[in-house]
């Protein structure tokens, strides 16, 4: 069961590698951060760094999918969830200085071609989101192939919008990936309409 | 002028970055891997680390460019130019073991809240590649604003696709990404022939 402090470490772990990234953040600054004795981290996560990043890696790929999936959901259809969802990423990048963005990104690349455990974790919680993407539109009567192959299109915009507009410090890209991904929807639904 | 030593430590630094990112790039192993003495770093970098970086992103921007701009012009129309450089993209992935993929993305996300000269250095390159590929577009005939967008899209569906291929270990997102990419710069000089 998670205790306060364990959850403490985790969300504070989850913020800095957001913003700094897997090498880019420190041991000791997640327990100073955390206010919480060195010795739980090591308690509480007996595998250190790595095994702290791939809870991190796969807590906060669920909060983040779970978050897409209340905005999605309470949007009166999928087309309409899906620019809610990329408005809001727009709202939230200017609002935090262009430092909240996709919570595992930065993290995957730099694991990619360093550590598999943690490759892995990251590959794990992008199949996770692009399954509950391919069943919102499934659902919203696209067929299972092109629902698969829309939902990946959909990950790759944002996250390609997240990377240029925290380059850039504007919210252009997302503005543009709002657009081509609605595009997206939209002619994947027509074609759903036309069959 | 650059010398044979200042283009080995480039070198091998872009070579870092593009695997290990920045923060997991050391000067040791720079100067060790480019077989070059660690004074005849600060000798041509005199601000470290920072002022190296900032030139290997510039120079891989440059370089990465240039390769995407010799497929593109390679191919009879910009349509099947934009086709080679996705299918190109995932056979670089294939035979690199997925190390090989946008030089400067990780690096991007990594700097992006923590260093304000390397965050410019990485908007630049983002923005004179979304330039160059205006032009090509603005070239087939695409009204310019559209041909913006266009730009910023390919990018963002090649950048999603190099994070989610790199992750995944599978080239299935790079295919998606192809795919979808060309469905925009078809519909673009669609919209092109019935002005």
């Given amino acids: 069961m998670p205790t306060p402090t364990k959850d403490r470490i ?4 989850a913020e800095l590698f957001r913003r700094y ?9 997640i327990v100073a951060e955390a ?7 090591y308690h509480h996560f007996p595998g250190g760094k790595q095994e702290l990043g791939a809870e991190v ?4 790929g669920q909060m983040y999918f779970e978050l897409i ?3 999605v959901l309470a949007a009166p259809d999928v087309l309409t969830g899906i620019a809610d969802a990329f408005t809001g990423a727009a709202v939230v990048l200017r609002e935090t200085d262009y430092a909240d963005a996709c919570p595992i990104a930065t993290v995957a690349l730099e694991v990619a071609s360093t550590s598999e455990p943690l490759r892995e974790a990251t590959a794990q919680v ?11 539109f499934v659902g919203a009567g696209v067929e299972r192939d092109a629902a698969r192959r829309l939902a990946i299109s959909i990950i790759e915009i944002l996250e390609g919008a997240f990377l240029l507009c925290r380059a850039a410090k ?8 709002g657009e081509t991904a609605t595009a997206a929807v939209r002619a994947a639904l027509a074609g759903t309409a036309r069959d």
């Fill in 10 to 13: 985790l969300d504070v772990t």
């Fill in 21 to 29: 990234g897997y090498t880019g953040t420190g041991l000791k600054q």
């Fill in 35 to 41: 206010n919480a004795p060195f010795g739980s981290l």
């Fill in 57 to 60: 890696i796969r807590r906060s």
């Fill in 69 to 71: 999936a209340t905005i």
């Fill in 126 to 136: 992008f199949e996770s989101w692009i399954r509950g993407l391919t069943e919102a």
């Fill in 170 to 177: 504007s919210t252009e890209a997302m503005e543009v990936a």
